[in-house]
C-alpha cells in the first residue's frame, strides 16, 4: 500500500531560493533510498484561525513562510527502511537546513480516500486535522462524498485524505499539537489539488454560496480544530 510522509515547516521567507535548492538535494537522496515522489507547496493564502492554524502548528513567525510537502513511498516497509540508511548517510549529514527543522512536523500516513490526480497541479489545498478512531469509516465515506459532489464538479483534479499510523510526538511541535487531538484521536494529513488559485477560490466561492441559509451538516470529526490552506506548489518529482 501507498505510503506518505507528511510535513509541514516554516521556512524564512527571504530563504525561498535555499529552500528550493534544499528540497532539490533532499530529493536526490531520498528518491536514492527509494522515495518514488515529493511534493513542496509554499504558503500562498494562509489565514489566522480562531482556535488553531498553520502558523502556530509551526510557531511560524511573521517573516516565515508555511510549507507543506509529502513523500510518496512504495508501502511503509520501504520508507522505515530508508529512514534507517539515511541515519547513516553521509550526504544527508551534510545538507544544512535553510530552517528551523526542530519546528518541522511530520509523520507516516497511509491512504484512506483518493480521488482523482494530483499529477499536474499547480494550486495545493492542504489541511491537517484529527478524528476519532471510531470514526474512521464516517470520515471515508465523507470525504468519498464531498469528492464526488463538491470538489469534482468544480474543477478539482484529486482529493487525497491519509490516516496517520506512525506519528510521532515531539517536544515542541506536532500533529496532535497542531489539531489540538483529544484522546483517542488519529491525525488525518490531507489535500485537494488544483490547476491553479483561481479555479480554488472560484470552487470556494461556489461551495459558500451553495451552503447559505442552510443548516452545516454533521461531520464525523471537530471541524473548528481542523487547519487549512492555500499552497503554490514549487517542486514536484513528478514533473522536475
Same mark, same amino acid.
Given at each position: 500500500?501507498?505510503?506518505?510522509?507528511?510535513?509541514?515547516?516554516?521556512?524564512?521567507?527571504?530563504?525561498?531560493?535555499?529552500?528550493?535548492?534544499?528540497?532539490?538535494?533532499?530529493?536526490?537522496?531520498?528518491?536514492?533510498?527509494?522515495?518514488?515522489?515529493? *511534493?513542496?507547496?509554499?504558503?500562498?493564502?494562509?489565514?489566522?484561525?480562531?482556535?488553531?492554524?498553520?502558523?502556530?502548528?509551526?510557531? %511560524?513567525?511573521? +517573516?516565515?513562510? &508555511? &510549507?507543506?510537502?509529502? !513523500?510518496?513511498?512504495? +508501502?511503509?516497509?520501504?520508507? $522505515?527502511?530508508?529512514?534507517?540508511?539515511?541515519?547513516? +548517510?553521509?550526504?544527508?549529514?551534510?545538507?544544512?537546513?535553510?530552517?528551523?527543522?526542530?519546528?518541522?512536523?511530520?509523520?507516516?500516513?497511509?491512504? !484512506? #480516500?483518493? /480521488?482523482?490526480?494530483?499529477?499536474?497541479? /499547480?494550486?495545493?489545498?492542504?489541511? *491537517? !486535522?484529527?478524528?476519532?478512531?471510531?470514526? @474512521?469509516?464516517?470520515?471515508?465515506?465523507?470525504?468519498?462524498?464531498?469528492?464526488?459532489?463538491?470538489? =469534482?464538479?468544480? /474543477?478539482? !483534479?484529486?482529493?487525497?485524505?491519509?490516516?496517520? *499510523?506512525? &506519528?510521532?510526538? /515531539?517536544? =515542541?511541535?506536532?500533529?496532535? @499539537? %497542531?489539531?489540538? %487531538?483529544? %484522546?483517542?484521536? #488519529?491525525? &488525518?494529513?490531507?489535500?485537494?489539488?488544483?490547476? $491553479? @488559485?483561481?479555479?480554488?477560490?472560484?470552487?470556494?466561492?461556489?461551495?459558500?454560496?451553495?451552503?447559505?441559509?442552510?443548516?452545516?451538516? +454533521?461531520?464525523?470529526?471537530?471541524? =473548528?480544530?481542523?487547519?487549512?490552506?492555500?499552497?503554490? *506548489?514549487?517542486?514536484?518529482?513528478?514533473?522536475?
Amino acid at each position: 500500500m501507498t505510503y506518505y510522509t507528511g510535513c509541514i515547516a516554516a521556512v524564512p521567507t527571504a530563504n525561498k531560493d535555499r529552500y528550493m535548492q534544499h528540497v532539490k538535494d533532499c530529493w536526490s537522496i531520498f528518491n536514492r533510498h527509494g522515495a518514488s515522489r515529493m *511534493v513542496e507547496a509554499w504558503g500562498a493564502d494562509i489565514k489566522k484561525g480562531k482556535v488553531n492554524d498553520f502558523f502556530g502548528a509551526v510557531e %511560524a513567525t511573521d +517573516d516565515e513562510t &508555511v &510549507v507543506f510537502s509529502w !513523500l510518496e513511498w512504495h +508501502d511503509k516497509a520501504a520508507a $522505515d527502511a530508508a529512514w534507517q540508511a539515511m541515519q547513516t +548517510d553521509t550526504d544527508m549529514a551534510k545538507i544544512a537546513m535553510p530552517f528551523d527543522g526542530s519546528r518541522m512536523i511530520f509523520g507516516g500516513f497511509e491512504p !484512506l #480516500v483518493t /480521488g482523482g490526480s494530483d499529477k499536474n497541479a /499547480g494550486y495545493i489545498q492542504g489541511f *491537517v !486535522l484529527s478524528v476519532p478512531q471510531g470514526n @474512521r469509516e464516517a470520515y471515508r465515506t465523507m470525504a468519498d462524498q464531498a469528492w464526488e459532489e463538491m470538489f =469534482r464538479p468544480k /474543477g478539482c !483534479l484529486g482529493n487525497y485524505e491519509t490516516w496517520g *499510523v506512525d &506519528v510521532p510526538h /515531539g517536544n =515542541r511541535t506536532d500533529f496532535y @499539537r %497542531a489539531s489540538k %487531538a483529544e %484522546a483517542g484521536e #488519529v491525525p &488525518v494529513f490531507s489535500w485537494t489539488a488544483w490547476p $491553479d @488559485r483561481a479555479t480554488c477560490d472560484a470552487a470556494s466561492r461556489a461551495m459558500e454560496a451553495e451552503m447559505e441559509g442552510k443548516d452545516f451538516p +454533521d461531520m464525523p470529526f471537530d471541524g =473548528r480544530r481542523m487547519i487549512w490552506g492555500g499552497f503554490d *506548489v514549487i517542486f514536484d518529482s513528478a514533473s522536475a
